[in-house]
């Protein structure tokens, strides 16, 4: 991972760089669209990686070349960082304008960053990269930041120069998560509760659709907005605190969207912490229950699932327990990207094989697959 990043640094600027940070990916296994909600998630982080190499450079420019993209970003960092273009430069310029000022002055410096994370494919490759960038600052400032305080700097990134108003989870993954685990994560009270995923036997399967709506961050928003609508109808801080039996007697009340959207994210915190429970005692008929149930709500109350996250949630309940699938369910923001399938480790090949023939008959278009084991958070590859 960090070879070629070098490799590749050092042909852009002609030495070898002095910092190499990496940060994970996450794929959700359940607990979709409840962060913001002060509600429960359960991630974990996957084997695909932002790396970043870097070195100071006694100018005042940041430059910062993608190897995704093949785009170069130069901005100034003083009097202070503004966004700009490339649009993914935002996610680095956020994150250096928000880290807290040190007493070893900020450098400007030169950077090449790599991808093994399709970008924009619901894999947090965005949070990914804001992580990578405050490893890198904490590496360079010698300044190690809280981990809360980092997921937060991360998240305000996100907010202030991409517009989103994404929650917590990506950036707490991809910075506290534990190798071999997934991260009961409660974002309110923002306590983390490992859950081993070492089973030998069942292996977690990421399938791209390949699919991306352009609509899906101005939908993102609308979501947020609903669920504000509802806690607000609830008399509740947020709709973490509301129960199944509120949400009904508040029915006339409220707008019937509004409702279906509250219906779902209470729904969902309960199969999350079900779900971290029946993972621990290895009841994975529960799980995988929990996991059609997450999409199904998903895909009628918050309507942020697609046809081709559908389809593939149907050709893999179709193969079902008989033929090695556990369960399956749209991962991430939805409106595209990727599903999340807990499998038979043995029956792995078969089931990626018919899930791609199925679904490039039924869409006409191709998936791509992998498998990951639970990843570690970020992390520092190369310091002098
Ligand atoms: C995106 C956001 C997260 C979360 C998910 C939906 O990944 O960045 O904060 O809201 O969507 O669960």
Redesign the pocket.
């Known amino acids: 991972m960090m070879g070629r990043t070098t490799e590749l640094f050092t042909r852009c600027f002609g030495h070898a760089p002095r910092w190499v940070v990496a940060a994970p990916g996450r794929v959700?296994l359940i607990?979709?669209?409840?962060?913001?909600n002060d509600g429960f998630?359960l991630p974990m982080a996957i084997e695909r990686h932002i790396v970043i190499a870097a070195d100071a450079n006694p100018g005042r420019q940041v430059t910062l070349h993608s190897e995704t993209t093949g785009e170069t970003a130069s901005f100034d960092v003083r009097p202070k960082v503004e966004p700009g273009e490339p649009s993914w430069s935002n996610y680095i310029r956020g994150v250096i304008a928000g880290f807290p000022k040190t007493k070893k002055k900020l450098a400007s410096f030169d950077a090449v960053i790599e991808s093994t994370l399709p970008y924009g494919g619901?894999l947090?490759s965005?949070?990914a990269l804001e992580v990578a960038a405050a490893t890198l600052l904490e590496a360079m400032t010698g300044q190690v930041l809280d981990p809360i305080e980092k997921a937060l700097l991360c998240q305000r990134a996100?907010h202030d120069f991409a517009n989103?108003p994404?929650?917590?989870?990506?950036q707490f993954t991809s910075i506290l998560a534990r190798k071999d685990h997934a991260l009961l994560l409660d974002c309110r009270s923002r306590t983390t509760t490992p859950v081993p995923m070492t089973d030998p036997a069942v292996t977690v399967l990421v399938i791209n659709t390949n699919i991306r709506h352009k609509l899906a961050e101005s939908e993102?928003a609308k979501r947020r907005s609903s669920c504000e609508a509802a806690a607000r109808v609830l008399a509740v801080p947020a709709l973490r605190d509301a129960t199944p039996a509120a949400l009904e007697a508040a029915r006339g009340r409220m707008d019937p969207m509004v409702f279906r959207r509250a219906r779902h994210v209470i729904s969902e915190n309960e199969r999350t912490l079900q779900a971290a429970k029946a993972i621990q005692a290895s009841d994975w008929d529960a799980v995988g229950r929990l996991m059609y149930e997450s999409h199904a709500s998903l895909r009628d109350d918050y309507e942020v699932s697609c046809p081709e996250l559908d389809i593939v949630v149907e050709i893999a309940r179709a193969m079902g327990k008989a033929e090695g699938v556990i369960g399956c369910r749209m991962t991430?923001?939805?409106f595209g990207g990727c599903a999340v399938s807990l499998v038979a480790t043995d029956a792995v090949l078969r089931i990626t094989r018919k899930l791609d023939e199925a679904y490039e008959k039924q869409t006409g278009k191709q998936t791509t697959i992998f498998s990951s084991r639970p990843a570690a958070g970020a992390r520092v590859l190369k310091a002098d």
């Open positions: 959700n607990g979709e669209h409840t962060d913001y998630v619901g947090a965005s949070a996100e989103v994404c929650g917590i989870m990506d993102y991430g923001a939805g």
